[in-house]
Every structure is written in C-alpha cells, then in structure tokens.
C-alpha cells in the first residue's frame, strides 16, 4: 500500500470516529470509582481502552488540523496545542488509574482515595502533590481546546460545521455537568464524543481517494527521455 497524504488523512479520519465510539462506550455504566473498584479488572480494561482513546482521538485531531492548516490561521494553531494537550493528559491520567493506582490502593488507600476525588472533581481530603495540578492542566486544556479548536474548524469552513459548534460547547457542557453526581458526570462525554465521531466521518468524507497511480520510481533513462522532449 502507498502512503500518500490522502490516505494518511482518511485514516485520522476512521480514527476520530473510533475515538468518539470508544469514549462513549467507555462511559456506559461505568462504576463508581473508589479503592475497592479500582483495583477490578473491570476498570482496569475501561482505563486501558481510554489510553487507546486518547491516542486514536490525538490522532484524529492532528488529521483535522493539517486537512485545514492554512485556513484554521493561528486559532487553529493555540486549540490544537491545547486540545493535544488535553488527550496527551489522558493517556497518562488513564495509564495512572489502570497500572498505578492499583498496585498501592492496599497499601495506601487514603491516597488513592483522594487522587480518584480529585480526579471525578471531588475534593482530595490529603495532599495528593503535583497530580492535583495535573487534574486541573487537564480540565482547562480539554475546556480552552474543544472552545478554541473548534471555533477554529467552524471558521475554516472545511469540515462540518455543525459538529465544529458541538466541540466548541461541548466544553462548557463539562463544565455544567462536572458539579453534577458522578452519573451526570459521566455524560460529559458524549458531545465531545460525537462531535469527534462527526468531525471524523466528515474528514474521512471530504478527503477525496487517490486517483492516479504510481508505476514505480523515475529511472535515469525516463529522465533523459524526458529532457530531450
């Protein structure tokens, strides 16, 4: 198979849906985090396919930006950092809760206790260090990003517009949705979700297939032919 643009483009397309299904299958009666679930291989698989999430949705978003680069200007530019950012973040938090905690929830239960507050926007009673910074990067990254990014895809015009709107508020939707229980926390997901799952289908859609075809390299002798035409 030939990698080409097109095809690269296509497949961060494919990408962004799987991420946007992925996310929302991830969040459907999910269990209440505390010391005892965690250490569950139940959380355990949901934490291992939110690492994969978040590698297929950093993918995805890569693929939108360079589709309209030039268009998205320097908006474009900021909400992408920001918004890779934010899924650069999960990957770690996510690989934190599946591997790590675990492995010290008998040992230091307090400490996990907090850090899973923190983490579904409790309140940590102990001191959980720089990981409480971390939470709050994550939680302004994934707000300015989505804001930011997906003003940007709305003014370029490229990919659907209605989906761009969707990842621009879907932010503030979290925002709501955070001082809510854990039930309605979870739902945070799916605009998110489905704008990337639309922004991908539109992606992979308005990438047009390759139409011509490669026959192999160029060979001295085709060079001189074509010079002395």
């Not at 929830?105 to 400490?111: D, H, L, N, S």
């Not at 300015?144 to 003014?155: M, Q, T």
Request: hydrophobic share 50%; glycine share 8%; net charge positive.
């Amino acid at each position: 198979m030939t990698i080409t643009p097109t095809t690269l483009s296509r497949t961060s397309g494919i990408a962004a849906v799987a991420a946007g299904a992925l996310f929302i299958g991830i969040q459907i009666r999910h269990p209440h985090l505390d010391v005892t679930t965690i250490t569950t291989t139940e959380l355990a698989v949901r934490n291992s396919l939110k690492i994969l999430m978040a590698a297929l949705a950093l993918v995805g978003i890569t693929g939108m930006y360079l589709r309209q680069v030039r268009a998205a200007g320097v908006l474009g530019l900021v909400g992408y950092v920001l918004f890779s950012t934010c899924y650069l973040s999960i990957i770690c938090s996510a690989y934190l809760a599946a591997y790590v905690l675990p492995s010290i929830a008998g040992t230091e239960p307090a400490y996990v206790s907090d850090v899973l507050a923190a983490a579904s926007n409790g309140h940590a009673v102990g001191d959980i260090g720089l990981l409480q910074d971390a939470i709050r990067v994550q939680g302004f990254t994934f707000l300015a990003g989505s804001l930011l990014f997906g003003i940007a895809l709305f003014r370029a015009r490229v990919l659907s517009r209605w989906a761009s709107a969707l990842l621009a508020v879907s932010g503030f939707v979290s925002v709501a949705l955070a001082v809510m229980p854990d039930a309605f926390y979870r739902l945070l997901a799916f605009p998110n979700a489905v704008a990337l799952i639309a922004l991908g289908y539109s992606l992979w859609r308005s990438t047009r297939p390759d139409t011509g075809t490669v026959t192999g390299p160029v060979t001295t002798t085709q060079l001189s032919t074509a010079g002395a035409q």
